[in-house]
């Protein structure tokens, strides 16, 4: 199974580039944060998003390219923060780039695209978040205060 800590684990030691779909440049958003995070421990982020492609905006000082077949580099990891039905053809499309991995985002989980995926002989992750799998199997749950040890639902004044 590729949701085991044993491969998840695998999976984020060796595949080190990430495409990141749907990266939002709004930093209060999950993808942002979950990007930052990855890019802050030594992952390579490439951000996908077709609203701010060829803007010359970048996100997170990395070039935005409008879909994974524009990117011009290998990549490992093809982390989607779309809605399910999405997926299909994003999956299709990470294939044919050769990307080793699909990880769809906590709430998201396209049966297809994952049968898809592991019919190739790749992995295929869902309804998980790359940041805290990494987080969780590497040690890093303290960053950005969370697991502190404080269980309140006030915030301090």
């Keep these: 199974m590729v ?34 995070y990855m890019q802050s ?20 000082g990395e070039t935005v390219y409008a879909s994974l077949l524009d990117i011009p580099q290998p990549v490992d990891i093809v982390d989607i923060f779309r809605r399910t039905e999405d997926v299909l053809p994003l999956a299709k499309e990470a294939i044919g780039i050769g990307a080793k991995c699909l990880w769809q985002q906590i709430g998201v989980h396209n049966q297809e695209a994952d ?11 869902y309804n998980r978040c790359v940041k805290i799998e990494h987080a969780r199997l590497f040690g890093g749950l303290n960053w950005v205060g969370v697991n502190t040890g404080i269980i309140t639902a006030r915030r301090p004044r």
């Design 3 to 36: 949701n085991d800590n044993s491969t998840l684990r695998n999976l984020l030691g060796q595949c080190r580039t990430i495409a990141v779909v749907g990266l939002s440049a709004e930093w209060h958003r999950p993808s942002f944060f979950a990007s930052k």
């Design 41 to 60: 421990h030594g992952y390579k982020v490439i951000p996908v998003n077709p609203r701010y492609a060829g803007t010359g905006q970048e996100i997170l």
């Design 115 to 125: 049968q898809l995926f592991r019919q190739a002989g790749l992995s295929s992750v």
